[in-house]
């Protein structure tokens, strides 16, 4: 048997083709052009799969991984990355194109769990969570090695769980630790403090400026990520809190940036706030493993995982 996967992201397009064992036998990409009408950019998710499509031997599945939260309706609904789409049913799309093969979309964190589960940081860990924080933040859990998606599939958005801030307004977790919150904390920072940053002055502040000028030691930049990560380590100590996992894999370019700058204050603030001290182990926050193809490691995975709950695989 044989899945193809596909990674549907704001930038690239990203297709693969995968054994049973989930050995990555080919693998395509191109861009997205999530600016260009919706006709366009489904044509082009189905040639970069086609692009690993086989000359022979069978397909029993497809994987898509899709930018956004979603319900378990085949549908994408609401996305940032192509905020002109809605209700398209993207799987249904896909599966005619391909004759009837059976296309399994979930939510890219989701898949990011489930990869990093099967091949990845999170191996044999029960329950195992996974969290990306880049320009948002998401999240996924797996349970006795199967994706726990709660009663629609919307479950597990850790970077959508409410806090006061310290101006008494309520804000969500990514406001404060995924790449555009950490930018406003710095704007913030910044205004408050007349103290010497290579931060100022510059034209567009961005997320990878503050990760840059925190490696060189710039104070500002330092205290900036500091309470980014004082912020992070609140939101897990949630997670810890309601789900007991047995590890918490991080993910995303916010993390994998900045590392230690942000983990070391996320782990004080879990060590010195858990409720019990066995909520919090020393390997509980582990960094992702799988990189880039960690969505079409998963996408690949959750098609032959429910391909196979569905008796369609073809056993050859």
């Known amino acids: 048997m044989a899945v193809v996967a596909i990674d549907f992201g704001g930038t690239r397009l990203r297709a693969a083709y995968f054994d049973r064992e989930l050995n990555l036998l080919a693998r395509a990409e191109m861009p997205t052009m ?17 692009q690993v499509w086989p000359d022979a031997g069978a397909v029993d599945a497809i994987g898509i991984s899709a ?32 004759d009837g093969v059976p296309v399994y979309m979930e939510n890219d964190a989701n898949l990011g769990a489930l990869a990093e589960y099967h091949k990845g940081a999170a191996q044999g860990a029960n329950p195992a969570v996974y969290m990306t924080i880049s320009t948002g933040i998401g999240g996924g859990l797996v349970v006795d090695g199967r994706l726990f998606t709660g009663r629609n599939g919307l ?12 101006d008494g307004k309520i804000y969500s977790l990514q406001d404060f630790a995924a790449g555009p919150g950490i930018v406003r904390l710095a704007k913030l920072k910044l205004a408050a403090c007349d103290d010497v940053s290579m931060l100022r002055d510059q034209a567009e502040l961005t997320g990878q400026m503050v990760g840059e ?18 912020w992070l380590g609140i939101g897990l100590i949630n997670v810890a809190h309601m789900i007991n996992p047995e590890v ?21 603030v879990m060590q010195a706030y858990v409720v019990d001290p066995t909520f919090y182990h020393d390997d509980l926050l582990r960094l992702a493993h799988l990189g880039d193809d960690v969505c079409l490691i998963g996408a690949g995975s959750y098609a032959r995982d429910q391909s196979a709950a569905q008796g369609n695989l073809n056993p050859a």
């Not at 479950?155 to 310290?166: D, L, M, S, W």
């Not at 000028?213 to 004082?230: P, Q």
């Open 155 to 166: 479950a597990i958005e850790p970077g959508h769980t409410k806090y006061r801030g310290p």
């Open 248 to 268: 918490i894999v991080l993910g995303g370019s916010v993390v994998m940036g900045l590392q230690d700058l942000i983990l070391n204050p996320a782990r004080q």
């Open 213 to 230: 000028a925190a490696h060189a030691g710039d104070a500002v930049a330092r205290s900036v990520v500091e309470e980014a990560g004082w």
């Open 34 to 50: 999530a600016h260009e009408p919706q006709q366009h950019v489904i044509d082009r998710i189905i040639r970069v799969a086609q």
């Open 67 to 98: 930018p956004c939260p979603m319900a378990h309706t085949g549908m994408i609904g609401h996305a940032a990355v192509v905020p002109h789409w809605h209700d398209v049913p993207l799987a249904q799309i896909v599966s005619t194109a391909f």
